[in-house]
Nanobody, 118 residues
């Protein structure tokens, strides 16, 4: 049984920063890709960022490049999303995910709310 638990969401003002965390427990292979997604009200869930566990290669959605940074802590089996220069358009529920290859995610967290006020 794999469980992903996000934390760190909250209500901030435009221009502020937040750091999201995602801790994994259970039998999650340490080769899995870890990603962050978000879903705003009335919109489909969208990709935000991903990191490979081996090598640490990253990729980002164009909308967050230069503002968000994904990182990992192998020892803690955790992944993080540092979000800087937040905008109201970043308001969404943020989900972490894990899967065997980039683009294929089979485990999902419950989500954490991020609200950015103008």
């Amino acid at each position: 049984q794999v469980e992903l638990v996000e934390s760190g969401g909250g209500l901030v003002q435009a221009g502020d920063s937040l750091r999201l965390s995602c801790a994994a427990s259970g039998r999650i292979f340490n080769t899995y890709v870890r990603g962050w997604f978000r879903q705003a009200p009335g919109k489909e869930r969208e990709f935000v960022a991903a990191i490979t566990w081996i090598g640490g290669s990253t990729n980002y959605a164009d909308s967050v490049k230069g503002r968000f940074t994904i990182s990992r802590d192998n020892a803690k089996n955790s992944v993080y999303l540092q979000m800087n220069s937040l905008k109201p358009g970043d308001t969404a529920v943020y989900y972490c995910a894990a899967g065997p290859v980039v683009g294929t995610y089979i485990y999902w967290g419950q989500g954490t709310q991020v609200t950015v006020s103008s």
